[in-house]
Nanobody, 124 residues
Framework: QVQLVESGGGLVQAGGSLRLSCADS????????MGWFRQAPGKEREFVAT????????AYADSVKGRFTISRDNAKNTVYLQMNSLKPEDTAVYYC?????????????????WGQGTQVTVSS
């Protein structure tokens, strides 16, 4: 059973912080690179951050570099996105995704599996 479940979204003031979590029920979690993507109303789903299956490599969109940090705990089958210095432009539904690859990846369409998403709203 493939199941990715996001949590931690909510409403936060500009400049505030949130930590998103994605729990993966799959036994093969450690074989997948994991990522966070987001989608705002009227826009395509876009890359935010990804992390390799071992956690040794990460990649970030330019818009979030220095503010967001992706990490994973393979013992807990969980990936995290720590979001600091949030801006109204960060408002979107944030999706957890997985891709069976030894590398990092950048394209939402490359993902093999998706969670249902969690809403992040940043007020001005």
């Amino acid at each position: 059973q493939v199941q990715l479940v996001e949590s931690g979204g909510g409403l936060v003031q500009a400049g505030g912080s949130l930590r998103l979590s994605c729990a993966d029920s799959r036994r093969t979690f450690s074989s997948y690179a994991m990522g966070w993507f987001r989608q705002a109303p009227g826009k395509e789903r876009e890359f935010v951050a990804t992390i390799s299956r071992s956690g040794g490599s990460t990649a970030y969109a330019d818009s979030v570099k220095g503010r967001f940090t992706i990490s994973r705990d393979n013992a807990k089958n969980t990936v995290y996105l720590q979001m600091n210095s949030l801006k109204p432009e960060d408002t979107a539904v944030y999706y957890c995704a997985a891709k069976r690859t030894s590398a990092i990846y950048y394209q939402a369409s490359s993902s093999d599996y998706w969670g249902q998403g969690t809403q992040v709203t940043v007020s001005s």
